[in-house]
C-alpha cells in the first residue's frame, strides 16, 4: 500500500463513527457468541470439531432453504411466478454449498471418524427434522418418520402439521389446474399425508407446457426450475451416501439406522416424476 492509499485509509477512518456503546456491532446483530459457542465435542479427537461444524452449517443452509420454498410455495398459490424464479435460484446456489461441503467431510478418514464415534451417541443424521421437513414439502411424505421426533414436541407438531399440508409440486398443479389444464381430480383432491403418486394426465399437462413453451413460458421456466432442484437434491443425496461409504463403508449408522443402504433407498425416489417422465415424450 503507497503512502498516498494510507493517507486516504487514514481520513476514512477519522470518518467513521465508533460508538459501541450505542450501535449495534456486527457479533450482536449476528449473535456470534451463540453461533461460536455452539461446537463443543465430546471426545477431545481433533476431527470431531470438522464434524460438527460440518452438520451444523448444513442446518443453517436447510434454514434457507425452507424458507425461500415456503415462501416460494405462497407465490405460486398467489400465481405470482417472478419472485418464485428467484427464492428458487436462490435455493439452487445454497444446494451447492451443501453439496460442497461433503468434500469438506471426506477429509476425515474412517480412522479419524472412529476415534469420536462413541461419542455421538444415538444422534444420527437421520433425525434431522429440517430434513424431514424439506422432504415433506417436496411431497415426499411418509407417517412414520415423524415418529422418530416423537421426543421432541415442537419438531412433532411442525412435521405431522406439514404432513397434511400440500406440497409445493400440489401447488404447482393446482396453478395449472387454474390455467385450465386439464389435471386430473383425484391429484388435486387427494390425501395429502401420502406420498405423491405419478398419472399420465399430469404428464400430459406437462407436455403441452414444453411443447408450447413460447405460449406458457413462465410454467416451462417454473418446470426446469424444480427439474433443476430434484436433480441438486439427488446430487446432495449421492454426495451424502458416497461420503457415507467411503468413512463406514456398510457399518450401520449411528443411531441404529441402515446408513449406506438407507441412502441408496431413498437416491431412487423423486419428487417431481412427470416432470422427468415427459422427457421421453418431448
Not at 449495534?24 to 481433533?46: N, T, W
Not at 444420527?124 to 411431497?139: A, D, I, K, P
Not at 415423524?146 to 405431522?160: M, R
Not at 399420465?200 to 413460447?214: C, H, I, K, M, Q
Request: a negative charge; one cysteine or more.
Amino acid at each position: 500500500m503507497s503512502e498516498r492509499d494510507d493517507q486516504r485509509l487514514d481520513r476514512l477512518m477519522e470518518d467513521v463513527h465508533w460508538d459501541f456503546d450505542r450501535d449495534m456491532s456486527y457479533s450482536e446483530y449476528l449473535q456470534l457468541d451463540k453461533v461460536l459457542g455452539a461446537q463443543r465435542p465430546l471426545s477431545g479427537q481433533h476431527d470431531e470439531m470438522l464434524f460438527i461444524i460440518i452438520h451444523q452449517a448444513s442446518e443453517l443452509w436447510l434454514k434457507l432453504c425452507l424458507h425461500e420454498l415456503m415462501a416460494t410455495r405462497e407465490q405460486v398459490r398467489e400465481d405470482d411466478l417472478e419472485p418464485a424464479f428467484k427464492m428458487l435460484a436462490r435455493v439452487a446456489r445454497t444446494q451447492a454449498q451443501m453439496i460442497q461441503a461433503w468434500d469438506v467431510l471426506g477429509t476425515m478418514t474412517p480412522a479419524d471418524y472412529t476415534r469420536f464415534r462413541d461419542a455421538l451417541g444415538h444422534s444420527s443424521g437421520f433425525q434431522s427434522w429440517q430434513y424431514r421437513h424439506l422432504e415433506f414439502l417436496l411431497g415426499a411424505k411418509d407417517a412414520r418418520m415423524i415418529e422418530v421426533h416423537a421426543a421432541n414436541p415442537a419438531a412433532y407438531s411442525l412435521l405431522s402439521r406439514v404432513l397434511e399440508e400440500p406440497g409445493l409440486y400440489d401447488e404447482c398443479l393446482r396453478l395449472l389446474d387454474r390455467r385450465g389444464f386439464d389435471i386430473p381430480p383425484e391429484r388435486l383432491n387427494r390425501d395429502f399425508s401420502g406420498p405423491y403418486e405419478p398419472h399420465p394426465g399430469v404428464e400430459e399437462a406437462w407436455l403441452e407446457v414444453y411443447r408450447e413453451s413460447d405460449e406458457f413460458w413462465d410454467l416451462y421456466e417454473l418446470a426446469e426450475k424444480l427439474v433443476d432442484l430434484e436433480y441438486r437434491l439427488q446430487q446432495w443425496r449421492f454426495a451424502h451416501l458416497k461420503t457415507v461409504e467411503r468413512i463406514i463403508g456398510f457399518k450401520q449408522g449411528t443411531g441404529g439406522s441402515a446408513g449406506v443402504p438407507y441412502l441408496e433407498h431413498v437416491l431412487k425416489k423423486s419428487f417431481f416424476p412427470e416432470l422427468i417422465s415427459v422427457r421421453t415424450s418431448i
